[in-house]
């Protein structure tokens, strides 16, 4: 239910900055189920900002709390939308404004609720406000966020429609007014349009069965490219938003097809979903532009911020790995997930203990579908296990995996979320090994979540802290010992020991890596004090730069004509991990004070790291198990 954060992109974004019990709701301060009327004026936009009008119907209570979303789902973390709300007003049936307190960041207390007809707010957009951290700290992480220009849209209903407080299982009735001549998707139900008189605006009437409908359905509007696909019977919509059209839709879709097309041959029997929208939002990399590279799934969608200055094979590979990881969230969180999920606060969450398997095991679909159906090579298959490995060592490797997950939003777990793709992915790996293992090859991890589908679906959440007693009936004794042993406990794995199970061993080897990582540890470093960015001692490891003349604690000052500062860091940073052999470049470093400039053709890059390869010396029973796992 979550956030995905871009693993090509995500450390760089990260250099210079400093997915309980359960209440449910009840409707007993309305006097009517007629559906809360919400309207988005796109017509009317003035500096950047957004009318809204709220409808709710009749009120029986004296006070009525309405709020914007602290957290929404799947981004685990704060998100505070109530800060880009301006100008709340709450007006009576004789058009005279009530009485509002401001109760905290998101949240509006109305006096003399039984006359409440309507409240009214404008609201800015997120993407502005990612410079220097936005109004009053962090901003949201950028596909959770909002977009308003003249061009596009991005419709995080999250970020523009609140609820009250116990409304959010009332129906709404959504209209988006805007100019005839944009282009619109979205998966909610559009139940009615309407044009004006003169033709020049038209209005879209979308139907939610509830509040969460309206934050689980994203919406792009705009000038747009747009192009449609089936796999099996699930329609694929993709959206793509390129400023300066650099990347076009129709080369997206070719990709995307085949992709899914084998993610659904990987999957199978499980289909959740009639339509799957993609919505592709490429940043300029302007000063307004979205900074944090990834993507957010929804249910049914997920919206993907990345750099518009992507070649076309690295654009297709990073939409290959974010939105295959995005599209196998249609098993869980949708088919399988805990009460934390069903019934979210989004004011005051809790969260689930397994995160482990909500990004983990999603995460490790995403990487084992590409090897099951061909898409990539076993040594690639390999090599980006070895990644994930190297990742997780560099985080609290002690840590349980269940405790950060309930309390993702606080220190010291928060800064640990990033190893849910890393570790998470390794856990449903050495799950799949096992029940490879105990069947002789003929059940897995995807068996074993297609049959928690069954078990329970859409609309039936599962018990939290039953799960894993659950998963243990389910499967076998040695699984529900390494989840406790592994997940529940902060026993480190021994990742060796699964391997020799499937007939692999590692060996010390000359690897390709990139010019900002040694087979995926960074080689660069953020220094706060100077505000630079410096290469560490593992530069001399990186044939390109030791060959070059780069040393440890150089000061990177301008890489092909753009100074590095905390505004441009992200983009060149993320530039540079997608350099390609034969390019020309540019790079000025400072020396002890002295400037020392690097200029020429990149050539590929080596390490000395540790590979994943096949035992020559593996039984047949070893050998086995691996393609059981690989292939089966």
């Avoid at 009576?92 to 905290?104: A, P, R």
């Avoid at 097309?261 to 990987?266: D, E, M």
């Avoid at 390869?613 to 070893?622: D, G, I, V, Y």
């Amino acid at each position: 239910m979550n956030k995905s954060i871009l693993t090509t992109t995500a450390i760089a974004a990260l250099l210079l900055s400093s997915c309980s019990s359960v209440q449910k709701t009840t409707t007993n301060d309305l006097a009517t189920d007629n559906p809360i009327v919400t309207t988005l004026d796109l017509t009317k936009v003035t500096n950047d900002k957004v009318p809204v009008t709220i409808n709710p119907g009749r009120f029986t209570t004296e006070k009525a709390i309405y709020r914007l979303p602290r957290v929404v789902q799947g981004t685990y973390s704060v998100s505070d939308f109530g800060k880009y709300v301006d100008d709340f007003t709450a007006y009576d049936y004789e058009g005279n404004k009530l009485e509002v307190k401001k109760i905290d960041t998101n949240t509006w207390e109305i006096n003399d609720a039984k006359k409440l007809d309507k409240v009214t707010y404008l609201v800015n957009d997120t993407f502005d406000m990612e410079i220097k951290g936005g109004i009053g700290g962090e901003t949201p992480f950028s596909p959770a966020g909002t977009n308003i220009e003249s061009t596009n849209y991005v419709l995080n209903l999250h970020g523009f429609v609140g609820y009250f407080d116990s409304l959010k299982n009332n129906q709404y009735k959504l209209d988006v007014v805007s100019p005839s001549k944009f282009k619109r998707t979205s998966a909610l139900q559009v139940v009615d349009t309407k044009t004006s008189e003169d033709s020049s605006t038209l209005t879209s009437t979308y139907f939610a069965p509830r509040y969460f409908d309206i934050t689980d359905n994203p919406m792009f509007y705009g000038d747009l490219d747009v192009q449609e696909f089936k796999v099996g019977d699930i329609k694929i919509v993709l959206s793509v938003y390129s400023p300066n059209k650099k990347h076009s839709a129709e080369k997206i879709k070719a990709v995307m097809e085949k992709m899914m097309q084998a993610q659904k041959a990987y999957l199978g029997s499980i289909n959740s979903t009639a339509r799957y929208d993609i919505y592709l939002y490429l940043s300029d990399g302007t000063e307004k532009a979205p900074k944090g590279f990834g993507a957010l799934e929804h249910h049914t969608s997920t919206v993907v911020v990345l750099p518009e200055a992507m070649p076309d094979q690295a654009l297709a590979k990073s939409m290959i790995d974010v939105v295959s990881h995005e599209f196998f969230h249609i098993v869980t969180p949708l088919s399988v997930h805990s009460e934390d999920v069903h019934y979210f606060d989004y004011n005051q969450p809790t969260f689930s203990k397994h995160l482990w398997m909500y990004e983990g095991i999603t995460e490790y679909f995403a990487t084992l579908f590409q090897v099951n159906q061909g898409l990539v090579s076993e040594d690639e298959f390999y090599s980006k296990v070895m990644g994930k490995i190297k990742t997780a060592s560099s985080m609290n490797d002690t840590m349980s995996f269940t405790t950060m997950s309930e309390n993702v939003l606080d220190e010291p777990y928060a800064s640990q979320y990033y190893n849910v793709y890393q570790k998470g992915a390794l856990i449903g790996m050495c799950i799949d090994i096992l029940m490879r293992e105990e069947s002789n090859g003929s059940r897995g991890v995807l068996s074993l979540m297609k049959e928690l589908s069954l078990k329970y679906g859409k609309n039936k959440p599962f018990e939290d802290d039953k799960l894993i007693e659950e998963i243990t009936a389910m499967t076998y004794p040695s699984i529900g010992e390494f989840l406790n042993t592994h997940v529940v406990g902060g026993t480190p794995i021994d990742y060796n020991k699964f391997f020799a199970k499937a007939g692999l061993m590692l060996e010390e080897s000359k690897v390709k890596t990139n010019y900002i990582q040694n087979n995926g540890a960074m080689i660069v470093k953020a220094d706060k004090a100077t505000e630079t960015v410096r290469f560490t001692d593992a530069v001399k490891a990186n044939s390109f730069w030791a060959e070059n003349g780069a040393q440890p604690n150089d000061a990177i000052k301008e890489v092909d004509g753009v100074a590095v500062t905390k505004e441009t860091a992200n983009q060149v940073f993320t530039n540079m991990y997608m350099w390609q052999p034969g390019k020309e470049v540019e790079v000025k470093l400072e020396r002890d004070g002295k400037e020392v400039i690097i200029k020429t053709t990149l050539t590929q890059s080596y390490t000395t790291g540790t590979s994943l390869k096949e035992n020559p010396n593996a039984t047949q029973q070893q050998n086995e198990l691996r393609k059981a796992w690989l292939k089966g």
